[in-house]
Each structure stands twice: as C-alpha cells, then as structure tokens.
C-alpha cells in the first residue's frame, strides 16, 4: 500500500473531513516506485478501474474502506510506464464511464480524453512542448487522385527557414490531422529541425474519408500516396526525387496502409516508420480480430510469405501493453532478414498517441538525421 495512503488509513476508514483534507492536497494517483494507487472518493454502489493494458482485467475493481467515501486499488507498473484509463462508477443502478475527476492530466484523441496515468520515472519529453524559436508553417493542397476519382485535401508542413531555392526530403503521414491534433506532430519537427536533430522536411499529412478500408491493404490507396501526392507537390515545391529522401509513416491501421503501400511501390520509399501496426495474420487460415482484419490478414500473410525489399531503412515502435507487440515483435526480424536496417523500441505504453508522440524523435532521428546525429552515425 502507498505510504501516503496508509498515514491516511492508519487510524481506520477516513471520515469526511479528513478525506478533503486528503484529496485536496496530494496529486492522484498516487506514484512511487512500487507502482500506482488509483483513488476515487465518493458516493457509488461500485468503483472499477478501465485501462487499456494487454493482459490485464477489462474491469479493475477498486476496494471501498468501510463505510467511507474512500475507495483504492493498486496496480504494480514498472518504472516509466505510462497508460490512459477512465473510472467505471455505479450508484443507483447507472453506470457511468469518466475521466478521474481526482487527476487533471489527460490525453485527447479522436473518441475524447482520457486520464493519463504517469509511472514513477515517466516524464514527458521536452522536445514535445513549443519551444523552437522559429516554427514552420502549414498549407492546404488538394490532390486530384485518378485512384479515388476524386479530389483530397492534405496539410503540407514547410519547415522554418524554408526556400524554394534548395531541395527538401519528403515524409508522407497517414492519419495526418490526428498526428497533428494529438502527438503534436508540427511541434515536434520544429523542435527536431531547431535543435538539428532531424533534417529540414517537408511533410504531407493525409486523412483517409474511410480508413478501415483504405488503410487495409487497398491498392488505390497505395497508388495514392506512392504516386498522386508526391507528383502533385513536385509540381508545387522543390523535393529531393530519390527513395532515401522520401518517406511513409503510420500507426496502427496507418502502419499497414504504409508497409503496403511501400510493398506494392518498390523503389518509391527509402524509408518507413512504423508505429503499433495492425500487423494482423494467420498461419492457420483464421484469425481473432473480427472481419475487418479480414484484408489486413491477407495482406499481412501475403507479405509474410514474400516480403520482398519495401525500403532500405525502417523504424517500428510499439507499447508493450499492447496487443499487437506479438505480430510487430514478429515482423522485426522478418524484415531484417531482407537485407532491411531496421531498429525495434518497445515502450512502457499502450496504443495510443501520446505513445506514439513520444517514439518520434528516435524515430525521425534515425530516418533523417540532421548534422548533430550525423556525426555519432
């Protein structure tokens, strides 16, 4: 038990008073190097702690201390991890999913916020916050996809400084709006590119209409963004037209719409970035993951069975509290085997994107470094 919650518990279940006093001046949870103290303080008929962590319970109940308000549960998590999670409560026969009203920290995504849960030895990176003195900028295009038969908008991140006068390195983002709404995408390059720490980029970030179709093996997608937009920004801005300069990236769903799109235009990207992919697969003709892995699968089985070379360079990187860590762990060496450099990092963390905000300097580092890195390569 948390030493600061056992003083609490020390004399028996707290009474009102002395749970304000509690609640009001610690922050929750509550972190040491034992693990973490989830507490809820009110008036339910149960409390259950939902995280998303592979492996553990889908419903943590949390324990009631007499007939107080006060209700904990322990969890251990080794140092550095970090997870989202919400509060289950029940009380008169409704139950209601919320954020920890105790813990102000919390992470948006696309379905809303969660409360963050930060392990002893967690700390959010710097190079994540604005802090670059000059910052790039970013512009609408609008691609005419033959693909689609219809016409896509895209965000294009110009770098600070940029001129049209030099030539720059392209990287393609799948989920594009959400890396820049979520995982701080344009604050990250500023900071990497000031610090030079990555090279300067250009960087096409493109949202799919439908993503759980195109993002699952589709060859108009693939020829979307192997062809159409790199074409229609060359005609706009000064690329770099060689594979090294040119990359692809994409977490979950986004990761297969990347290795596919890669796998069915060799020679187009020299360089991948792979985040939690829904590596999907079977050696057994059937699979777990419910019909919308279906294409995925076969796609997946495909490529496993004949990989052939998708780059030169790749980067994976996934939560070891995820379900996916057994097929990206898989793919690791499987593409190594092709003659591909790649790097492997396992985080203490879930799937989600601050997750994979967190992975992008040693990624992009590593990809397209800029002359500080070059020097230790």
Known sequence: M??????????????????????HSHRFPLVDRQGVTFVYAGQADAVYLRCWVSGLPAAIPLERHGES???????????GSRIEYKLQVEAGGHSELIVDPLNRVQAADPFGANSVCRAYGYQR??????????????????????????????RVYLPARYRPSRRYGLLIVHDGLDYLRYAAFATVLDNLIERLEIEPLIVAFTQSPDRLNEYAGDDRHARFVAEEIPAAL??????????????????SFGGVATLHAAWRYPQRFGRLLLQSGSFAFSDLGHHQRGPVFDPVVRFVN????NPGMPAERIYQSCGIYESLIYENRSMAPLLSAQGIDVRFEEARDAHNWENWRDRLRS???????????????
């Not at 308000?69 to 140092?79: A, K, R």
């Not at 691609?143 to 896509?152: G, L, N, Y």
Request: net charge positive.
């Open 363 to 377: 990624g992009l580092s590593w990809l397209f470094p800029g002359p500080l890195w070059m020097v230790y390569e």
């Open 2 to 23: 948390n030493r600061i919650l056992k003083q609490l518990l020390a004399h028996g279940p707290p009474d009102a008073s002395s749970l304000n006093r509690f609640v």
């Open 69 to 79: 308000l006060l209700w904990t549960t322990h969890m251990t998590l080794p140092e």
């Open 302 to 305: 495909a490529f496993r069975i």
């Open 234 to 251: 060359a005609d706009h801005l000064p690329l770099i037209d060689t594979p090294r300069a040119r990359g692809l990236m994409g977490a």
């Open 125 to 154: 990176p710097e190079w994540t916050r604005a802090k670059a003195e000059r910052r790039g900028r970013l512009e609408s295009f609008s691609v005419a996809s033959q693909a689609f038969e219809q016409s896509r908008d895209i």
